[in-house]
């Protein structure tokens, strides 16, 4: 008799979608979904909202989130205080957009391009579950703020690049997206001052957060991989459109950054806007347009990611 060999019991690599909750207005919440299952690591976790079922049964595209905190801290659910409460989704959802939050390791957690490679792991289960969630993942646009924001270039700028893709969670090729939307986001890392908290939030944080985040998020790369973090080394003709929002009072990540990136995709041909918000500050602190700011992003993404 010839034995059976059995599957070890690892655990799985991800899982499926969560039950939704019903909201009133008949849209759908999966929270908590384990898009990678990574060992040694904390799960890596998304929420997605998908708007009420079109009674013309078309299928909302998606959005992808990706959260700031200097690549040391935030998940899925922060959002910059600038907000109000369940602002981006609500307007997103209004447009019939679908929309993702992902939670990605922290640079004290795992070097460079393991934040990369999570979003990116993220966007293969989204695609892998779409039809039983009901979006459209052919329309995929990517948003996200500070170190969200570099990375939400990453993501547009990487399809393609296989050594970037990472393999947890669902193995597969490279998700194209059809727009990037990008708040005050590094684009050229040699040429930024060091990211220093502002005195009046440094006197109440913790010791890890004093660390300089960029030095700490390619701590011990190899030259070619830290290449791969600049977004403007990597624009190329064939990137989706970008939509690039900076306050001209930024004390961290200065409004140049987004200027270097304007100029680099329009030399290369790629559609882009570039908005400078008059002395708005990181998070578009002292902005008194930030409601103008949103409607402006969701307005960018739902024309090109359309009606399915």
Same mark, same amino acid.
């Given at each position: 008799?010839?034995?059976?060999?059995?599957?070890?019991?690892?655990?799985? $690599?991800?899982?499926?979608?969560?039950?939704?909750?019903?909201?009133? =207005?008949g849209?759908?919440?999966?929270?908590?979904?384990?898009?990678?299952? +990574?060992?040694?690591?904390?799960?890596?976790?998304?929420?997605?909202?998908?708007?009420?079922? =079109?009674?013309g049964?078309?299928?909302?595209?998606?959005?992808?989130?990706?959260?700031?905190?200097?690549?040391m801290?935030?998940?899925?659910?922060?959002?910059?205080?600038?907000?109000?409460?369940?602002?981006?989704f609500e307007?997103?959802?209004?447009?019939?957009?679908?929309? $993702?939050t +992902?939670?990605?390791?922290?640079?004290?957690?795992?070097?460079?391009?393991?934040?990369?490679?999570?979003?990116?792991?993220?966007?293969?289960w989204?695609?892998?579950?779409?039809?039983?969630?009901?979006? !459209? %993942?052919?329309?995929i646009?990517?948003?996200?703020?500070?170190?969200?924001?570099?990375? %939400?270039?990453?993501?547009?700028?990487?399809c393609?690049?296989?050594?970037?893709?990472g393999?947890?969670? +669902?193995?597969?090729?490279?998700?194209?997206?059809?727009?990037?939307?990008?708040?005050?986001?590094?684009?050229?890392?040699?040429?930024?001052?060091?990211?220093?908290?502002?005195?009046?939030?440094?006197?109440?944080?913790?010791?890890?957060?004093?660390?300089?985040?960029?030095?700490?998020?390619?701590?011990?790369?190899?030259?070619? %991989?830290r290449?791969?973090a600049?977004?403007?080394?990597?624009?190329?003709?064939?990137?989706?459109?970008?939509?690039? /929002?900076?306050? %001209?009072?930024?004390?961290?990540?200065?409004?140049?950054?987004?200027?270097?990136?304007?100029? $680099?995709?329009?030399?290369?041909?790629?559609?882009?806007?570039?908005? /400078?918000? =008059?002395?708005?500050?990181?998070?578009?602190?002292?902005? !008194?347009?930030?409601?103008?700011?949103?409607?402006?992003?969701?307005?960018?993404l739902? =024309?090109?990611?359309?009606?399915?």
């Amino acid at each position: 008799m010839t034995a059976t060999a059995e599957k070890p019991p690892f655990p799985p $690599a991800f899982l499926p979608p969560t039950e939704p909750v019903i909201r009133p =207005d008949g849209s759908r919440h999966h929270a908590g979904i384990s898009y990678a299952n +990574i060992p040694g690591y904390r799960p890596l976790q998304l929420d997605l909202w998908v708007p009420a079922p =079109d009674p013309g049964g078309r299928t909302p595209g998606l959005v992808l989130w990706t959260h700031g905190g200097g690549w040391m801290m935030g998940d899925r659910r922060y959002f910059p205080p600038t907000l109000r409460p369940n602002q981006l989704f609500e307007e997103l959802l209004a447009a019939g957009l679908a929309v $993702a939050t +992902i939670d990605y390791r922290h640079a004290s957690e795992a070097q460079f391009p393991a934040q990369l490679t999570d979003a990116k792991a993220a966007l293969r289960w989204l695609r892998h579950f779409g039809t039983d969630l009901g979006v !459209d %993942t052919s329309r995929i646009g990517v948003w996200g703020e500070s170190a969200g924001g570099h990375l %939400t270039s990453l993501i547009a700028l990487t399809c393609g690049r296989p050594e970037l893709e990472g393999r947890h969670g +669902i193995a597969g090729p490279s998700i194209p997206v059809v727009a990037a939307v990008v708040w005050y986001g590094v684009a050229a890392l040699d040429s930024m001052p060091p990211l220093a908290m502002p005195p009046e939030a440094a006197a109440f944080a913790p010791p890890e957060l004093l660390q300089e985040p960029i030095k700490v998020l390619l701590d011990g790369v190899d030259e070619a %991989t830290r290449v791969t973090a600049d977004p403007i080394s990597l624009v190329h003709a064939g990137a989706p459109p970008f939509l690039l /929002l900076h306050g %001209t009072a930024d004390r961290l990540v200065p409004s140049s950054q987004s200027e270097l990136l304007d100029d $680099a995709l329009q030399e290369v041909g790629v559609p882009v806007e570039l908005v /400078l918000v =008059d002395g708005a500050d990181h998070i578009f602190l002292g902005a !008194d347009n930030v409601d103008e700011l949103v409607a402006r992003s969701v307005t960018f993404l739902a =024309d090109r990611l359309g009606q399915g």
